[in-house]
């Protein structure tokens, strides 16, 4: 906190608003004390900088911002199952299918199809 304070009086932070449709927030978790939201938090295309994850398409980031042309769809329009990231790729299950996904070249690669 004290740092952030510190950082905060040297002017080196700055908070903009910016409307991100589609991503809420919600109560915090009495177990977790953390809220609980529609997202996921990685760095899919692996510039350094947090992506956010929805669960129909993907904000990425650039210089703090999350611009408009910079909001890709999911790999696939009609993946549906559960998703989650680990590193920098996107993993989906469906109760019969595991694909995971890496994005690359401004375009997603499928790493994994696995059947089970
Ligand atoms: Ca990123």
Redo the contacts with the bound molecule.
């Keep these: 906190m004290l740092i952030l304070c510190a950082l905060l009086a040297a002017g080196s932070l700055q908070f903009a608003d910016e409307n991100l449709p589609g991503v809420r927030i919600g109560s915090v978790t009495p177990f977790t004390g953390q809220p609980t939201t529609n997202y996921l938090v990685a760095?899919?295309?692996?510039?350094?900088?947090?992506?956010i994850i929805l669960p129909d398409r993907v904000y990425?980031?650039r210089q703090g911002r999350f611009p408009e042309d910079l909001r890709i769809s999911w790999p696939e329009a009609d993946l549906d199952g559960e998703a989650d990231v680990f590193g920098s790729a996107l993993y989906v299950r469906t109760a019969s299918l595991l694909r995971v996904f890496k994005r690359t070249e401004e375009r997603w690669e499928e790493l994994i199809e696995r059947h089970f």
């Design positions: 760095d899919l295309d692996e510039d350094g900088l947090s992506d990425l980031q």
